[in-house]
């Protein structure tokens, strides 16, 4: 084998344990995979969900899998179908980690059916602190 073969073989290796790939298939698919298409039905399904029925399972949904580290106030207002409100008292959010600057901006969205609301809380207008896998309303 030629070194240039030897350095993708490797390379993809990496890739493979760096993803977790237990197969050795770095293109399997898992079984939560969706089409770019079918993701887009979704994420309108589970808007439409979440604004008329105030469904918090909805909006957990796309807590997880629609909203991103980074994204503007504006984006995630649109990824979740309705304006985020303004929490001018944000300091009891701030001071429970100490990562939060006193010029972050605190934001919330609901309630949902359940009573539940999700505050997430912005960095010069960038979704700052948000880690998807740790969204969970109840």
């Not at 898992?30 to 969900?49: C, F, I, M, N, Y």
């Not at 604004?51 to 995630?76: C, F, Q, T, Y």
Request: hydrophobic share 35%; charged share 30%; glycine share 8%.
């Amino acid at each position: 084998m030629t070194s240039a073969v030897v350095r993708v073989l490797i390379a993809l290796s990496l890739l493979c344990l760096l993803a977790g790939c237990e197969s050795g298939n770095i293109f399997e698919r898992g079984p939560d995979w969706q089409s770019d298409a079918d993701l887009h039905k979704t994420a309108v399904e589970k808007q439409r969900r979440f604004i008329e029925d105030r469904d918090h399972e909805a909006l957990n949904w796309l807590l997880k899998h629609r909203v991103k580290p980074g994204m503007s106030r504006g984006d995630v207002d649109e990824i979740l179908g309705e304006d985020g409100e303004r929490i001018y008292d944000d300091g009891s959010f701030k001071n429970r980690n100490s990562v939060y600057r006193q010029t972050d901006k605190a934001y919330s969205w609901g309630p949902a059916a359940n009573g539940s609301t999700v505050v997430l809380i912005f960095r010069d207008n960038q979704l700052f602190n948000f880690r998807p896998q740790d969204v969970g309303l109840e």
